[in-house]
């Protein structure tokens, strides 16, 4: 009979997490459960650490309560960190460094072990740039982009190892309208192709007709986890309550790269 032990464990799978940060408790016994193949949304106001939630699962912010697994394996060097992607809140894709495009979505595929990038590694690049709508960027300078391109830059870098979950950090803040679709359609596009998505939303926005389920947390905690909250669509929603936030007090000493760990092969 075929193993069908990796299709049956969730993504992800989070029991009674608890960070503390700087004496100060961010969050309080989180539950959360993302089956593979599956989108799910984490709303939340300022400072209800929704982003903190989402660091503390590439091991940005130390986990000190509870239990992480994360495609099977307990977080920490078991974790294939080599199938996720992440994309952090965006505060430019380059990071001040002069780079194309696609230099910058080659650094996905480096390692803290080699600085050699892999043999096919052209060929990654153009289809992580495919996906996000940015070949003809290809050999232009980021910097030179506007914010929504950077964005699905930053997005390409994160695919460029073709990962089974996605987790994003704010992905359409700060940019317009049209970057938002165009960053929206990318999404689509991912979640036809069966990949798990955990993405942190102020709004839902451009990718409501994605999210079927949404996780709010308010001052650490979850206090709803569901059908996303008619307050998350957008400032036109009749009841709309503020549940979005267009900043978040959280740390962000974390820049636009990934923790080590995850160029690491087998870390």
Do not use: C
Not at 53 to 61: D, E, Y
Not at 111 to 129: E, F, G, H, N, Q
Not at 162 to 179: C, Q, R
């Amino acid at each position: 009979m075929p193993d069908t032990t990796e299709t049956t464990t969730p993504a992800l799978d989070v029991r009674g997490l608890g960070v503390r940060l700087e004496g100060s408790q961010i969050l309080h016994g989180i539950d959360l459960r993302v089956e593979r193949g599956k989108v799910v949304a984490v709303l939340g106001t300022n400072g209800s650490g929704k982003s903190t939630l989402v660091r503390s699962l590439v091991r940005a912010v130390p986990v000190t309560e509870g239990s992480v697994e994360i495609l099977g394996a307990p977080l920490g060097p078991a974790v294939p960190w080599d199938r996720i992607g992440y994309v952090p809140q965006r505060v430019g894709a380059s990071a001040g460094v002069p780079a194309t495009v696609a230099e910058i979505v080659a650094s996905g595929l480096l390692t803290s072990r080699s600085l050699r990038k892999p043999r096919d590694w052209r060929a990654r690049v153009d289809a992580a740039l495919t996906e996000v709508r940015l070949s003809h960027r290809r050999d232009q300078a980021v910097t030179e982009l506007s914010g929504g391109q950077q964005q699905r830059v930053l997005i390409a870098r994160a695919l460029v190892r073709d990962p089974d979950l996605l987790i994003l950090d704010e992905p359409v803040a700060g940019v317009d309208h049209p970057s938002q679709e165009a960053l929206a359609a990318t999404l689509r596009r991912l979640v036809a192709s069966g990949r798990t998505i955990v993405v942190v939303l102020h709004e839902l926005g451009e990718l409501a007709d994605l999210i079927s389920r949404a996780v709010v947390l308010r001052h650490g905690r979850v206090v709803h986890d569901g059908a996303p909250p008619r307050a998350a669509h957008g400032h036109d929603a009749a009841d709309h309550d503020h549940v979005h936030v267009h900043g978040d007090p959280e740390p962000r000493s974390l820049p636009p790269v990934l923790p080590e760990h995850l160029f690491s092969e087998g870390a």
